[in-house]
T-cell receptor, first 115, second 115 residues
C-alpha cells in the first residue's frame, strides 16, 4: 500500500535559520502530495500541495518540489520564525470510490524555533 | 467561524462504555472524512461519506465502530464497548467535490481517553 516516510523530530532551529524536512513516499501511480501544519491547539491546515511531477508548491515562504525520480517532497524554508513552531505532516492522496480522496500521512515532524 | 467543528473536544470514558462523537462540516461541503490519530503518529483514514452515502471504510474500522451521516450534513462516529486501544484523537474533515482538487478542511478533533 501507499506510505509516507518523513524525518523524525523534534527539530530545533534558531530564528532565521534554513529549514529542511525530508519526506519520501511509496505509491502506485502518481499521487498528489501535500504538506499540512498543525499549530498547538489547532486543527490540521493545508500548507502547500503539488499535483504532478516537477510541480513546486509554495506558501508563506515554504516550498516543496514533487520529485518523481527520487519519490520525494522535501519541505524547505529559507528563514524560519518563532511563529513557524508547529508539527508538519507530509501526505499523499489516492482516489476513492465516488471521487473523494484518502490522505495517507507521515508521522509528523515537530519544529521548534527559538530566538 | 464557518470551519469544521467537532463535539466534544475531549472525552474520558471507562473501558466497555459506548461513546459518540459529532462532526459538523463546512456547510456546503458534500464530502466528509473521519481519521484517527494516535500519539506520535500521523492521522489514519477511517471512513468517508459523499452526501449521506458511506462509500469507503478502512480495515481499521472494526465492527465496534459505526459512522452515519443521515441527512448529508453532520456526521456521528460511535464506538461501542470501548477498549484502551481506542484512545486517540478522532479527526473529521470535509471537502467540496466541485472544488479544483478536493482540499480537505480539518476540524480540531475529539480526544478520547479510555481508562
Amino acid at each position: 500500500g501507499n506510505s509516507v516516510t518523513q524525518m523524525e523530530g523534534p527539530v530545533t532551529l534558531s530564528e532565521e535559520a534554513f529549514l529542511t524536512i525530508n519526506c519520501t513516499y511509496t505509491a502506485t501511480g502518481y499521487p498528489s502530495l501535500f504538506w499540512y501544519v498543525q499549530y498547538p491547539g489547532e486543527g490540521l491546515q493545508l500548507l502547500l500541495k503539488a499535483t504532478k511531477a516537477d510541480d513546486k508548491g509554495s506558501n508563506k515562504g515554504f516550498e516543496a518540489t514533487y520529485r518523481k525520480e527520487t519519490t520525494s517532497f522535501h519541505l524547505e524554508k529559507g528563514s524560519v520564525q518563532v511563529s513557524d513552531s508547529a508539527v508538519y505532516f507530509c501526505a499523499l492522496s489516492e482516489r476513492l470510490t465516488g471521487g473523494g480522496n484518502k490522505l495517507t500521512f507521515g508521522t509528523g515532524t515537530q519544529l521548534k524555533v527559538e530566538l | 467561524d464557518t470551519g469544521v467543528s467537532q463535539d466534544p473536544r475531549h472525552k474520558i470514558t471507562k473501558r466497555g462504555q459506548n461513546v459518540t462523537f459529532r462532526c459538523d462540516p463546512i456547510s456546503e461541503h458534500n464530502r466528509l472524512y473521519w481519521y484517527r490519530q494516535t500519539l506520535g503518529q500521523g492521522p489514519e483514514f477511517l471512513t468517508y461519506f459523499q452526501n449521506e452515502a458511506q462509500l469507503e471504510k478502512s480495515r481499521l474500522l472494526s465492527d465496534r465502530f459505526s459512522a452515519e451521516r443521515p441527512k448529508g450534513s453532520f456526521s456521528t462516529l460511535e464506538i461501542q464497548r470501548t477498549e484502551q486501544g481506542d484512545s486517540a484523537m478522532y479527526l473529521c474533515a470535509s471537502s467540496l467535490s466541485a472544488a479544483s482538487y478536493n482540499e480537505q478542511f480539518f476540524g480540531p478533533g475529539t480526544r478520547l481517553t479510555v481508562l
